[in-house]
């Protein structure tokens, strides 16, 4: 880190490692005239795919980090790593991104053009999400190799599961801060799966009810067939009739099916469901927290979920 950036705050500490990252993996190999084509292609992927977000997940690395190790004993290459290794999760989530959006065909990713739906992008969009997997390897390689977490960080990248990557995300962090108990891992994880669930949730929720102005996107889960929190809670409580209506409805894209589907959702008070759910949820982790972190400290899990609770995007 730069002395002259040591005033600066964790967010814009974020923005400056981003632009360092991308000279690095795009600039240091120009010499060769036979990768200016793809390293250009891969500086355009970066800049368009990996900002742009809520950016909480790589913030929240340097933001632990530094409530599991006082001031004083921080150093400015383990706040540089921090901030690197912020990024290369931004950019394991670019990737999920990045193929979701094939994957579920899906219009617009924050704001703006689903990558694949570029012009001149299309279906070479999956190379592209492979490019910015592998730069999060060549990342940690050139920054982490002989850490002690270095593996957990590898482990990390490959599981490719959203509740897991903040999982081990934590884990990584305690490592980081020379906290390696199996209890304390074991208590992190019971936290995290609850809140890694409270979070897959929230996602179900704000496809149907989001607002895509706010969300950047528009849901898709209904036309996608989705086994989503919504639908299993509703065939939970609705009467034969309504199970037939939604039978005939869920899964079809036409626009007349999917406002049906809405609606049986609206009749079944589902927004009103939602958000009981949300306050028992968050009771619920807030107890976790104070039974299973006894020697952790609680603003590293309160920080996480004081960031997705009523969160609208």
Same mark, same amino acid.
């Given at each position: 880190?730069?002395?002259?950036?040591?005033?600066?705050?964790?967010?814009?500490?974020?923005?400056?490692?981003?632009?360092? *990252?991308?000279?690095?993996?795009?600039?240091?190999?120009?010499?060769?005239?036979?990768?200016?084509?793809?390293?250009?292609?891969?500086?355009?992927?970066?800049? +368009?795919?990996?900002?742009?977000?809520?950016?909480?997940?790589?913030?929240?690395?340097?933001?632990?980090?530094?409530?599991?190790?006082?001031?004083?004993?921080?150093?400015?290459?383990?706040?540089? !790593?921090?901030?690197?290794?912020?990024?290369?999760?931004?950019?394991?989530?670019?990737?999920?991104?990045?193929?979701?959006?094939?994957?579920?065909?899906?219009?617009? !990713? &924050?704001?703006?053009?689903?990558? +694949?739906?570029?012009?001149?992008?299309?279906?070479?969009?999956?190379?592209?999400?492979?490019?910015?997997?592998?730069?999060?390897?060549?990342? *940690? &390689?050139?920054?982490?190799?002989?850490?002690?977490?270095?593996?957990?960080?590898?482990?990390?990248?490959?599981?490719?599961? !959203?509740?897991?990557?903040?999982?081990?995300?934590?884990?990584?962090?305690?490592?980081?801060?020379?906290?390696?108990?199996?209890?304390?891992?074991?208590?992190?994880?019971?936290?995290?799966?609850?809140?890694?669930?409270?979070?897959?949730?929230?996602?179900?929720?704000?496809?149907?009810?989001?607002?895509?102005?706010?969300?950047?996107?528009?849901?898709?889960?209904?036309?996608?067939?989705?086994?989503?929190?919504?639908?299993?809670?509703?065939?939970?409580?609705?009467?034969?009739?309504? $199970?037939?209506?939604?039978?005939?409805?869920?899964?079809?894209?036409?626009?007349?099916?999917?406002? &049906?589907?809405?609606?049986?959702?609206?009749?079944?008070?589902?927004?009103?469901?939602?958000?009981?759910?949300?306050?028992?949820?968050?009771?619920?982790?807030?107890?976790?927290?104070?039974?299973?972190?006894?020697?952790?400290?609680?603003?590293?899990?309160?920080?996480?979920?004081?960031?997705?609770?009523? $969160?609208?995007?």
């Amino acid at each position: 880190i730069d002395p002259n950036d040591v005033q600066l705050s964790d967010p814009k500490l974020f923005d400056r490692q981003f632009e360092k *990252l991308v000279c690095e993996l795009t600039e240091q190999d120009m010499t060769d005239p036979v990768l200016t084509d793809a390293l250009n292609r891969l500086r355009e992927i970066l800049h +368009y795919n990996a900002p742009g977000g809520k950016r909480n997940r790589g913030l929240s690395v340097i933001g632990s980090l530094r409530e599991f190790v006082p001031p004083s004993k921080l150093t400015p290459e383990e706040v540089e !790593r921090a901030l690197l290794v912020g990024w290369c999760i931004e950019l394991l989530q670019a990737f999920f991104l990045v193929a979701d959006d094939i994957m579920d065909a899906s219009v617009t !990713r &924050r704001g703006q053009p689903c990558w +694949y739906k570029k012009e001149g992008i299309g279906l070479d969009a999956i190379n592209d999400a492979f490019l910015l997997e592998g730069s999060i390897y060549r990342l *940690l &390689r050139r920054h982490c190799r002989g850490q002690p977490y270095y593996l957990h960080l590898l482990d990390t990248v490959y599981v490719s599961h !959203r509740c897991r990557l903040c999982l081990s995300l934590c884990c990584y962090r305690l490592s980081q801060a020379g906290i390696d108990s199996e209890v304390e891992h074991s208590n992190a994880k019971h936290i995290l799966l609850e809140m890694g669930e409270f979070f897959q949730i929230q996602d179900d929720y704000l496809d149907c009810y989001g607002d895509p102005a706010v969300t950047g996107k528009i849901g898709t889960d209904i036309q996608d067939n989705k086994c989503s929190w919504l639908v299993v809670t509703a065939l939970g409580i609705m009467t034969p009739e309504q $199970r037939a209506e939604l039978e005939v409805c869920y899964g079809k894209t036409d626009a007349e099916s999917v406002e &049906r589907v809405k609606a049986l959702y609206d009749t079944l008070e589902m927004p009103v469901r939602y958000h009981q759910y949300e306050e028992e949820s968050y009771r619920r982790l807030q107890n976790l927290i104070q039974q299973h972190a006894q020697n952790l400290p609680h603003a590293v899990f309160l920080n996480f979920a004081k960031k997705i609770y009523k $969160r609208n995007k």
